[in-house]
């Protein structure tokens, strides 16, 4: 028998009676049976249209022998039982029935993906996971159920958006700092006129390793702690959410994750040919990690290979003039492959889709974060 972890959430009518009407009906099912259930918790929305009423959620713990395509379907099954009316996306619902894990199974079909891509980072999904699978493991992040939530209610107010050069990351932090007000951070290491990346392509060896470490100093200091968090305090509860307009400038995006820039960093001069145990570049970020943001969610975009040198090709980034095409594509399978790599915590990867559904995506992935209560029923 597989376990299968569930998530359930109701907006519109009896919310209470909806979730035990659900429960029911996958619980009665002859291939599956309910392990355990989990309280239920209240939210606030996240995306989707303007004026929706609170969401009860819920978690669910199946031990179940279909496989995870019939056990989606019927799912999908009982949302049509319990009136479930499809319009746009994240619209209010009176009933939502996700798949979040099956075992440890990794699989991305045109009709699901495992694990949830969301769910890393929705407190809605992981403080009703919390109470019944905390031990339950993320099998690419690596993390349990108690990480990840842990992890969220330890960060920094911060968002940090990564992906290879050209894949609009800077696009996407301008339109979310004109839309939301919120405090952004913009890298000028790969967006400047600075030399630092020049530097580090074309300088002698010497000068390249002095431009590499100037860059992760630079990046170190503009996202540290000290520089951000001296007036920002998140809203701790959805009550302080509804009553101060101003929640949301709160929040602290970056047009770079500070990590990756490191890597990138790396990539040039092992492109060079310099030996990094030589140079100080990862024991300069090591020595201020402590000292930096850490971001609640890290947002990767990716586009293809042409496109994102089209892209980069069309900027006026004179370090990006330096590098063959075949060295830029170089650089970014390693972005991608440390990107990939276990154990950086919640991660929303978007791929080659429009700016205005990207800044819905982010927008929408911020408001998951969001405290979420615990209702006695």
Not at 135 to 163: E, F, K, Q, S
Not at 165 to 170: D, E, F, L, N
Not at 250 to 255: F, G, K
Request: glycine share 6%; net charge negative.
């Amino acid at each position: 028998m597989a376990h299968a972890l569930i998530a359930l959430g109701s907006n519109l009518g009896n919310r209470h009676k909806t979730l035990d009407s659900a429960v029911a009906a996958v619980a009665g099912h002859p291939s599956i049976r309910l392990a355990s259930l989990s309280p239920v918790f209240e939210s606030l929305p996240a995306g989707g249209p303007a004026g929706q009423g609170t969401y009860l959620n819920a978690a669910a713990v199946l031990e179940t022998s279909l496989p995870p395509d019939l056990l989606l379907a019927e799912l999908l099954t009982v949302e049509n039982q319990l009136g479930r009316k499809r319009g746009c996306r994240w619209d209010a619902r009176t009933i939502d029935l996700d798949l979040i894990f099956y075992d440890d199974l990794v699989l991305q079909t045109q009709t699901l993906v495992l694990p949830h891509p969301r769910m890393s980072f929705r407190r809605f999904v992981l403080e009703p996971a919390m109470a019944i699978a905390p031990a339950m493991r993320h099998p690419t992040i690596g993390w349990t159920i108690a990480d990840l939530l842990d992890h969220i209610n330890r960060a920094d107010p911060y968002i940090a958006v990564g992906g290879p050069p050209g894949s609009g990351a800077t696009g996407l932090v301008e339109t979310l700092r004109q839309r939301c007000h919120y405090s952004c951070i913009m890298n000028p290491i790969t967006t400047t006129k600075d030399d630092w990346l020049v530097r580090v392509i074309s300088g002698s060896s010497g000068s390249a390793c002095d431009a590499a470490v100037e860059c992760i100093d630079k990046i170190c200091r503009l996202v540290s702690r000290d520089r951000w968090l001296c007036d920002h305090r998140t809203p701790k509860t959805p009550d302080e959410y509804h009553t101060n307009p101003d929640s949301k400038s709160r929040q602290i995006l970056s047009d770079f994750w500070p990590r990756e820039t490191m890597v990138l960093v790396q990539t040039l001069l092992v492109m060079r040919g310099v030996d990094l145990r030589r140079t100080a570049v990862e024991e300069t970020f090591q020595s201020a990690a402590a000292d930096i943001l850490c971001p609640q969610l890290i947002v990767v975009l990716d586009a293809p290979d042409d496109t994102v040198w089209k892209n980069v090709a069309e900027s006026q980034h004179g370090w990006i003039h330096l590098l063959e095409r075949s060295d830029f594509f170089n650089i970014c399978q390693n972005l991608r492959a440390y990107a990939e790599q276990p154990g950086h915590g919640p991660m929303l990867r978007l791929n080659h889709i429009s700016l205005d559904r990207i800044s819905y995506e982010v927008s929408a992935a911020i408001d998951s974060l969001k405290p979420v209560v615990r209702v006695d029923c």
